[in-house]
């Protein structure tokens, strides 16, 4: 008969590698993961925000947290955090591929080559280097690998040509995937968050020039008229690795309905630099 502190945990004692986990999406799944019992091992760039969620982590429980500083855009670093996860953990049942960046909203203009370049591989490189690397684990365990990509994949954004490419790289990429390892009884699936109410959506509406303006624009764009919260990022991750064991290859919108109804889309009345 399961104890009764640990009765509800939904990942009991499974390892769960999550990219990019100090702060915003990434740090929602390490804080859900650890809550419902799961050893999470994260990575970041930064040190002092990684260790500092460790050991809130650490001290909450149910679950551990494991932090390794990691710059996504180079393989010896990814290579470093699998091989420190298996080395503490022994196996690998979930990896979360989170870490990226936004750019500014730029016009293709002035968007160089290397600008691209650089971008696919920080928002797109990274996740195929984190899956190669974890996929013989996870094959061991019959795993699964969670990818976050996002709603602009699908819908399109103003001035993110290169931002917009990389996350429908990543879309195609987890349907690919997903197709080379069910063989392996291994799934692949990815979400696409709408506007979730992250450090980067602060400073966005901050550099505005209008904070709370920029702010309820976001609000706004979604049905539910509200941004989605880390939490809610960190249980759609729970439910794809927990809950969701008879789906592979697909993706699933964390969007509050932004897709959906139609907008004032008109972008020939006025011409403007405004790509918000």
């Given at each position: 008969?399961?104890?009764?502190?640990?009765?509800?945990?939904?990942?009991?004692?499974?390892?769960?590698?999550?990219?990019?986990?100090?702060?915003?999406?990434?740090?929602?799944?390490?804080?859900?993961?650890?809550?419902?019992?799961?050893?999470?091992?994260?990575?970041?760039?930064?040190?002092?925000?990684?260790?500092?969620?460790?050991?809130?982590?650490?001290?909450?429980?149910?679950?551990?947290?494991?932090?390794?500083?990691?710059?996504?855009?180079?393989?010896?670093?990814?290579?470093?955090?699998?091989?420190?996860?298996?080395?503490?953990?022994?196996?690998?049942?979930?990896?979360?591929?989170?870490?990226?960046?936004?750019?500014?909203?730029?016009?293709?203009?002035?968007?160089?080559?290397?600008?691209?370049?650089?971008?696919?591989?920080?928002?797109?490189?990274?996740?195929?280097?984190?899956?190669?690397?974890?996929?013989?684990?996870?094959?061991?365990?019959?795993?699964?690998?969670?990818?976050?990509?996002?709603?602009?994949?699908q819908i399109g954004?103003?001035?993110?040509?290169?931002?917009?490419?990389?996350?429908?790289?990543?879309?195609?990429?987890?349907?690919?995937?997903?197709?080379?390892?069910?063989?392996?009884?291994?799934?692949?699936?990815?979400?696409?968050?709408?506007?979730?109410?992250?450090?980067m959506w602060e400073?966005?509406?901050?550099?505005?020039?209008?904070?709370?303006?920029?702010?309820?624009?976001?609000?706004?764009?979604?049905?539910?008229?509200?941004?989605?919260?880390?939490?809610?990022?960190?249980?759609?991750?729970?439910?794809?690795?927990?809950?969701?064991?008879?789906?592979?290859?697909?993706?699933?919108?964390?969007?509050?309905?932004?897709?959906?109804?139609?907008?004032?889309?008109?972008?020939?009345?006025?011409?403007?630099?405004?790509w918000s």
């Amino acid at each position: 008969m399961a104890d009764s502190a640990t009765a509800g945990l939904r990942y009991k004692d499974k390892v769960t590698i999550v990219t990019g986990g100090s702060k915003g999406i990434g740090r929602g799944c390490v804080e859900v993961f650890v809550k419902h019992g799961s050893k999470v091992v994260f990575c970041a760039r930064g040190e002092s925000e990684g260790k500092a969620l460790e050991s809130e982590m650490n001290a909450a429980g149910p679950g551990e947290a494991f932090f390794i500083q990691c710059d996504v855009t180079k393989e010896a670093d990814i290579k470093k955090v699998i091989d420190l996860a298996i080395e503490k953990y022994g196996k690998i049942d979930c990896l979360i591929n989170n870490a990226g960046q936004h750019p500014p909203h730029t016009a293709i203009d002035d968007i160089s080559a290397d600008d691209f370049r650089s971008l696919l591989n920080t928002n797109l490189v990274n996740y195929f280097l984190f899956s190669k690397l974890a996929l013989p684990y996870l094959r061991k365990t019959e795993g699964n690998i969670i990818n976050c990509t996002s709603l602009v994949a699908q819908i399109g954004q103003p001035g993110a040509v290169a931002y917009v490419s990389t996350k429908g790289g990543i879309t195609s990429f987890t349907k690919a995937l997903a197709i080379d390892e069910a063989k392996h009884n291994v799934r692949v699936n990815a979400f696409s968050p709408g506007n979730v109410w992250t450090p980067m959506w602060e400073t966005e509406a901050r550099n505005s020039g209008n904070y709370e303006a920029a702010k309820r624009a976001g609000a706004d764009a979604q049905l539910c008229g509200r941004y989605g919260t880390l939490e809610e990022s960190g249980l759609m991750c729970l439910f794809l690795a927990a809950d969701a064991t008879f789906c592979t290859g697909i993706d699933i919108n964390l969007s509050g309905g932004a897709e959906l109804n139609y907008g004032n889309k008109n972008r020939r009345k006025e011409k403007t630099s405004d790509w918000s």
